[in-house]
């Protein structure tokens, strides 16, 4: 059965994720209440529950004015999660049954320690560890368990839309044209979401497949990005993570630049 998924633009470029089910809702991330409120009352849907990939106030400030307005909703979010509002703590390898769906969970530290995704055998909701042609960047965990987390993520199908909590695309791909410039699916990519953002569209939900072969933060360690990275440190023998942390430093240097958001 296919899922209905509603985005709903929050904050400067979160994006929450509503699914709907026969008039029952569930949102992942709610930076916000009000407009998660506002889709409801909209739609006419009850909210069921709340799914939360990590801590970080713009995916959690909405959380509890939700739940004044619906009490009866559940909250799942990682073991390790520190909020009291929570009602149904995950880990890997834990399954939701909620959307008429089954959901499996996957432990992904890197951003947070907390950090969790979300996939069923369509959907993956990654928050911030995957981005649409990036990744998030590493505050509180290590290079090698960020590593670990995107590789997890790129041995899931092909097949998977990928729901991430951020409008990074433009930027996102900027960079990977960079990292990747002989790569002609980035070219192609660049220039179709170079067209969307022109025109205020969201260039999220994409495909993990389409992810594989163009987001640096899925190739790092593979030729001929790893080549480049490995030049650019000027060393040899580099791990999976010396890759990935080459890459992510790379891109955080351009970023403080701001060159990269230039359409």
Same mark, same amino acid.
């Given at each position: 059965?296919?899922?209905?998924?509603?985005?709903?633009?929050?904050?400067?470029?979160?994006?929450?994720?509503?699914?709907?089910?026969?008039?029952?809702?569930?949102?992942?991330?709610?930076?916000?209440?009000?407009?998660?409120?506002?889709?409801?009352?909209?739609? @006419?849907? @009850?909210?069921?529950?709340?799914?939360?990939?990590?801590?970080?106030?713009?995916?959690?400030?909405?959380?509890?004015?939700?739940?004044? @307005?619906?009490?009866?909703?559940?909250?799942?979010?990682?073991?390790?999660?520190?909020?009291?509002?929570?009602? &149904?703590?995950?880990?890997?390898?834990?399954?939701?049954?909620?959307?008429?769906?089954?959901?499996?969970?996957?432990?992904?530290?890197?951003?947070?320690?907390?950090?969790?995704?979300?996939?069923?055998?369509?959907?993956?909701?990654?928050?911030?560890?995957?981005?649409?042609?990036?990744?998030?960047?590493?505050?509180?965990?290590?290079?090698?368990?960020?590593?670990?987390?995107?590789?997890? #993520?790129?041995?899931?199908?092909?097949?998977?839309?990928?729901?991430?909590?951020?409008?990074?695309?433009?930027? @996102?791909? /900027?960079?990977?044209?960079?990292?990747?410039?002989? /790569?002609?699916?980035?070219?192609?990519?660049?220039?179709?979401?170079?067209?969307?953002?022109?025109?205020?569209?969201?260039?999220?939900?994409?495909?993990?497949?389409?992810?594989?072969?163009?987001?640096?933060?899925?190739?790092?360690?593979?030729?001929?990005?790893?080549?480049?990275?490995?030049?650019?440190?000027?060393?040899? /023998? #580099?791990?999976?993570?010396?890759?990935?942390?080459?890459?992510?430093?790379?891109?955080?240097?351009?970023?403080?630049?701001?060159? #990269? &958001?230039?359409?």
């Amino acid at each position: 059965m296919s899922l209905t998924i509603h985005p709903i633009h929050a904050l400067a470029d979160n994006y929450i994720w509503l699914i709907e089910s026969n008039k029952q809702a569930w949102v992942v991330d709610p930076g916000e209440a009000e407009p998660v409120l506002a889709r409801l009352a909209h739609l @006419n849907l @009850n909210l069921a529950g709340i799914l939360l990939t990590h801590h970080h106030y713009d995916h959690t400030d909405g959380v509890e004015k939700l739940l004044k @307005n619906y009490p009866e909703s559940s909250v799942y979010a990682s073991c390790l999660m520190q909020k009291p509002y929570i009602t &149904d703590r995950v880990a890997e390898g834990g399954k939701l049954f909620i959307a008429n769906s089954c959901f499996q969970v996957i432990e992904t530290p890197g951003h947070t320690l907390d950090h969790i995704a979300f996939y069923n055998d369509q959907v993956l909701f990654c928050g911030d560890t995957l981005f649409s042609g990036g990744c998030g960047r590493v505050f509180e965990g290590t290079a090698q368990q960020m590593t670990d987390s995107l590789l997890k #993520l790129r041995a899931l199908p092909d097949s998977l839309h990928v729901y991430c909590g951020h409008e990074y695309t433009l930027s @996102n791909m /900027n960079f990977a044209n960079l990292a990747e410039p002989d /790569n002609i699916e980035i070219q192609q990519r660049l220039d179709q979401v170079r067209a969307q953002r022109r025109q205020n569209q969201d260039c999220v939900p994409s495909l993990l497949s389409l992810e594989k072969k163009t987001n640096p933060f899925m190739r790092f360690d593979l030729e001929p990005l790893a080549g480049r990275l490995t030049s650019r440190e000027q060393a040899s /023998n #580099l791990t999976e993570s010396d890759l990935f942390a080459s890459c992510r430093a790379w891109k955080d240097q351009l970023d403080k630049t701001g060159e #990269l &958001d230039v359409i």
